[in-house]
């Protein structure tokens, strides 16, 4: 009972970084199974993966209802991130632990200082992400820009290679590491396209749902269906999808660049503690 409860308990705490960040929260869904059952990487990918789908999923439900959901990017995002994973999968496959393990703690290095550069340079966006002001177009977009009667992206060559490569680069690194890469997805339709801060959101979270799916799905045909223990598996999706909920209704209440800035400071916490405890196993 009490490896279920803990499950669960790590699950909810993915849930609610990733409702409460919008992007760049399902990385913490490694290192919670790492440090929490004492799981290798290779064994927390899959089973990070189906969490972070079902947590997703229940933000991407939500954009789609309000419309902020640029779909056919997200689709095209998606399915070059679908094609791509096992890539990263092969990877994992074929590199050192150790190494793998350092280009994880390199990416959630990355994402906190994302994390501490919006949160002082861009506030506003860190209030939209978790808050339900009316969407504001992002000013300076040149790549793909927004119809003003359909609202809809333009679509032409330049815009779909940069959202596609997007896309693509994301898969790779759901395969290897486990992490959705809204840290990915977000930052590029912020800087490509005219969608508001929350439209980037929302459609990072379905590109995510798709790429992180056919991850999971990637993992379970290499590796046998063993690659997602269901004892673990079933709670901890259950306490992701139950911790995006409570995130969402909690959301308006908290201060934006503040809890960005904790998050960031708790990432690389982790990120430090994963490189100690990797350096300390091969010692």
Do not use: H, K, N, Y
């Not at 789908?53 to 991130?81: D, H, K, P």
């Not at 808050?131 to 032409?156: E, F, I, M, N, Y």
């Not at 045909?221 to 911790?243: C, H, R, Y």
């Amino acid at each position: 009972m009490l490896p279920l409860m803990l499950a669960a308990l790590l699950g909810s705490l993915v849930g609610i970084v990733l409702g409460l960040t919008g992007a760049g929260g399902s990385i913490f869904a490694v290192p919670l199974l790492v440090f929490g059952l004492g799981w290798s990487l290779s064994q927390a990918t899959p089973v990070a993966l189906l969490a972070v789908c079902a947590a997703a999923a229940f933000g991407t439900v939500s954009g789609w209802r309000s419309g902020l959901i640029a779909r056919r990017a997200a689709l095209l995002a998606g399915v070059l991130g679908s094609l791509t994973a096992p890539l990263g999968i092969a990877l994992a496959a074929r590199l050192p632990q150790r190494i793998l393990m350092v280009a994880f703690v390199m990416v959630m290095l990355l994402v906190a200082l994302r994390l501490l550069r919006q949160a002082s340079t861009m506030p506003a966006d860190t209030a939209i992400v978790r808050g339900d002001p009316a969407p504001s177009a992002a000013r300076g977009a040149a790549v793909c820009r927004v119809d003003v009667v359909t609202q809809r992206l333009r679509w032409t060559r330049s815009c779909a290679a940069v959202l596609g490569a997007a896309g693509a680069a994301t898969g790779v690194l759901s395969g290897a590491l486990g992490v959705g890469a809204g840290f990915v997805i977000v930052p590029t339709l912020r800087a490509v396209t005219e969608l508001s801060m929350q439209a980037s959101v929302a459609t990072s979270l379905m590109t995510i749902t798709i790429v992180s799916a056919s991850a999971a799905a990637a993992w379970v045909f290499a590796q046998g269906s063993g690659a997602l223990p269901l004892a673990v598996t079933g709670p901890f999706v259950a306490g992701a999808l139950l911790g995006m909920f409570a995130s969402r209704l909690a959301a308006p209440r908290l201060s934006g660049p503040l809890l960005q800035r904790v998050f960031a400071a708790l990432m690389i916490v982790a990120a430090a503690l994963l490189l100690w405890r990797e350096l300390q196993g091969g010692a």
